[in-house]
T-cell receptor, first 111, second 112 residues
Framework: DVKVTQSSRYLVKRTGEKVFLECVQDMDHENMFWYRQDPGLGLRLIYFSYDVKMKEKGDIPEGYSVSREKKERFSLILESASTNQTSMYLC??????????FGEGSRLTVL | GENVEQHPSTLSVQEGDSAVIKCTYSDSASNYFPWYKQELGKRPQLIIDIRSNVGEKKDQRIAVTLNKTAKHFSLHITETQPEDSAVYFCAALSGGSYIPTFGRGTSLIVHP
């Protein structure tokens, strides 16, 4: 069974704090993604990675960075959290042109 | 780039009725069209997909149709049940791309 695990289901942070969201997949997938999910806006791609140390910006990369030091792990970093980054964050992984497997999501609240 | 429009944004049906969700895409090179279901509080999961070399695919009560000429594809759910209540996302991928473009989602509510 494919497993994509996100480190935290719920986080509450203060404005200006640095936030790390971690994602680990156990299926040796090449591709990993970070999405942001907001009501009425669907799934918006923040960053994706097609290989270790490789990353590409998605549709809404501003205010975010990512790290992929190992194939199984893809981290999303908010250098200085702001209230407009309060959202649900979903990690996903896939093989080349394949089905996306999502994590359970991390709900971040920035006060 | 690809643009995917999804309608309706919300759909309310009675148990046993059929439900249809429609998506249009802009890139004629798109050739893979998956549908994901997200139940409340859970992760999105693939429920059915279709590739551009077929016009229709069925899996029990769900089916997907594709019209390449008109660049639209639809999800059909027959004999809806309360457990079909969820948000459904369509997506499109171009050949050679591994990045899906998602529609904004449809919230389906099935009333018992």
């Amino acid at each position: 069974d494919v497993k994509v695990t996100q480190s935290s289901r719920y986080l509450v942070k203060r404005t200006g704090e640095k936030v790390f969201l971690e994602c680990v997949q156990d299926m040796d997938h090449e591709n990993m993604f970070w999405y942001r999910q907001d009501p009425g806006l669907g799934l918006r791609l923040i960053y994706f990675s097609y290989d270790v140390k490789m990353k590409e910006k998605g549709d809404i990369p501003e205010g975010y960075s990512v790290s992929r030091e190992k194939k199984e792990r893809f981290s999303l970093i908010l250098e200085s959290a702001s209230t407009n980054q309060t959202s649900m964050y979903l990690c996903a992984s896939s093989r080349i042109t394949g089905e996306l497997f999502f994590g359970e999501g991390s709900r971040l609240t920035v006060l | 780039g690809e643009n995917v429009e999804q309608h309706p944004s919300t759909l309310s049906v009675q148990e046993g009725d059929s439900a249809v969700i429609k998506c249009t895409y802009s890139d004629s090179a798109s050739n893979y069209f998956p549908w994901y279901k997200q139940e409340l509080g859970k992760r999105p999961q693939l429920i059915i997909d279709i590739r551009s070399n077929v016009g229709e695919k069925k899996d029990q009560r769900i089916a997907v149709t594709l019209n390449k000429t008109a660049k639209h594809f639809s999800l059909h759910i027959t004999e809806t049940q309360p457990e079909d209540s969820a948000v459904y996302f369509c997506a499109a991928l171009s050949g050679g791309s591994y990045i899906p473009t998602f529609g904004r989602g449809t919230s389906l509510i099935v009333h018992p």
